[in-house]
């Protein structure tokens, strides 16, 4: 079965500033997607950033880029110009390419100073 | 934008009720999802369901679980006797096709009293 671990509990930044959430999982396929999901306190799941694991360009979106490292089983999320918008639980997700399920992390919890 | 939608969004039941939450998915996606989400903890997966069957199911979905789409756009997750560990948020999710993003509701919090 496929794991996710998300090992900072709880992350701070200014805002501004850059940040990096760590993410690894542990699967035995080849082909699979990795997710970054925002969830603020309103608990709506909003999607931010998504990585095919057969593309070796990391995913970009805005402000938000990851560091996708297969071999590694590493995703991490970096957050470019923190802004106030951006306090919210982060989770990293994988999904199977065969099974449309999701398989979420503990979270990370972002706050960011003013 | 289109949008999945639950309702209701706070629910309060008494404990041994049966409570029926509802959710409507994007018109054209064909994979839909339950999620359930305890305060403060991970969000873990329920059940899926295509072609008006389950494709998946984790072991949290027992047998006082249910899910059904009744007319083609609502999809319902009921569940038969309600205890106080099934206070959570449950969050419905719906996609299009297998290599395409899950798109969630805004969840329908549940608290068992």
């Known amino acids: 079965a496929q794991t996710v671990t998300q090992s900072q509990p709880e992350m701070s930044v200014q805002e501004a500033e850059t940040v990096t959430l760590s993410c690894t999982y542990d699967t035995s396929e080849s082909d699979y997607y990795l997710f970054w999901y925002k969830q603020p306190p309103s608990r709506q799941m909003i999607l931010v950033i998504r990585?095919?694991?057969?593309?070796?360009q990391n995913a970009t979106e805005n402000r938000f880029s990851v560091n996708f490292q297969k071999a590694a089983k590493s995703f991490s999320l970096k957050i470019s110009d923190s802004q106030l918008g951006d306090a919210a639980m982060y989770f990293c997700?994988?999904?199977?390419?065969?099974?449309?399920?999701?398989?979420f992390g503990q979270g990370t919890i972002l706050t960011v100073h003013p | 934008e289109p949008e999945v939608t639950q309702t209701p969004s706070h629910q309060v039941t008494q404990m041994g009720q049966e409570v029926i939450l509802r959710c409507v998915p994007i018109s054209n996606h064909l994979y839909f999802y339950w999620y359930r989400q305890i305060l403060g903890q991970k969000v873990e997966f329920l059940v899926s369901?295509?072609?008006?069957?389950?494709?998946?199911k984790s072991e949290i979905f027992d047998d006082q679980f249910s899910v059904e789409r009744p007319d083609g756009s609502n999809f319902t997750l009921k569940i038969r006797s309600t205890k106080l560990e099934d206070s959570a948020m449950y969050f419905c999710?719906?996609?299009?096709?297998?290599?395409?993003?899950?798109?969630f509701g805004q969840g329908t919090r549940l608290t068992v009293v």
């Open positions: 369901f295509y072609n008006n069957e389950i494709s998946e």
């Open positions: 999710a719906s996609i299009r096709t297998e290599n395409t993003e899950a798109f």
């Open positions: 990585q095919e694991a057969y593309k070796q």
């Open positions: 997700a994988y999904r199977s390419s065969s099974y449309g399920k999701l398989t």
